[in-house]
């Protein structure tokens, strides 16, 4: 079935360093592919989405591009504020209605 | 604020015992999904409901129950509580049907323990 692989966490960062989180999935087909993030104490929220081969999402500093040769879509950041903490989480369609998440990647950015 | 509101936010009960959680959508958004979050199995995809319609079926155990109301709200069941049934439990809402088309607005959750 469809599944979706995301790099374990915690990740912890210094302010103004690279990020990349890893998701990698599998699935039939080329589905849209998700990021949400989830800060302290609240729901998920969508990030950045990308519905086709080699699109490219973005959003508030981040981006992902969708590679169908390598099934992978990687969070990325130039560099991260201490406001960008919180757990993100890698997701796509699943069979029927279902939305698949990964394990979520805990960050964790210190000044 | 993502528009989605559930009650209550915290919850403490027996096992044994049931509860109900209740969830408002973004007004005009007619897809409510229920999600499990916990740290052994991550966020799972419960149930979804379409204007009163029930669409999809997760992992959901059949001590578990769910409804749609004409309002639009949802309510989600949980009876014989076990230990294990604790958890953070998410609602979230969409316009459409699938969830492979448009962004879902999730509510801030109910946290569940059951002692």
């Known amino acids: 079935g469809d599944s979706v692989t995301q790099m374990e966490g915690p990740v912890t960062l210094s302010e103004e360093a690279f990020l990349t989180i890893n998701c990698t999935y599998t699935?039939?087909?080329?589905?849209?592919l998700f990021w949400y993030v989830q800060y302290p104490g609240e729901g998920l929220q969508l990030l950045l989405k990308a519905t086709k081969a080699d699109d490219k999402g973005s959003n508030k500093g981040f981006e992902a591009t969708y590679r169908k040769e390598t099934t992978s879509f990687h969070l990325e950041k130039g560099s991260v504020q201490v406001s960008d903490s919180a757990v993100y989480f890698c997701?796509?369609?699943?069979?029927?209605?279902?939305?698949?998440f990964g394990t979520g990647t805990q960050l964790k950015v210190e000044l | 604020d993502s528009g989605v509101t559930q009650t209550p936010k915290h919850l403490i009960t027996a096992t044994g015992q049931r509860v109900t959680l209740r969830c408002s959508p973004r007004s005009g958004d007619l897809s409510v999904y229920w999600y499990q979050q916990s740290l052994d199995q991550g966020l799972q995809f419960l149930i979804q409901?379409?204007?009163?319609?029930?669409?999809a079926k997760g992992n959901i155990l059949e001590r578990f129950s769910a409804q749609q109301f004409p309002d639009l709200h949802s309510e989600l069941n949980l009876s014989s509580l076990e230990l294990g049934d604790s958890a953070l439990y998410f609602c979230a809402s969409s316009v459409g049907v699938s969830q492979g088309e448009g962004e879902q607005f999730f509510g801030p959750g109910t946290r569940l323990t059951v002692l």
């Open positions: 997701a796509l369609p699943g069979g029927g209605n279902k939305l698949t």
């Open positions: 409901y379409y204007n009163g319609e029930e669409r």
């Open positions: 699935a039939t087909g080329y589905p849209s």
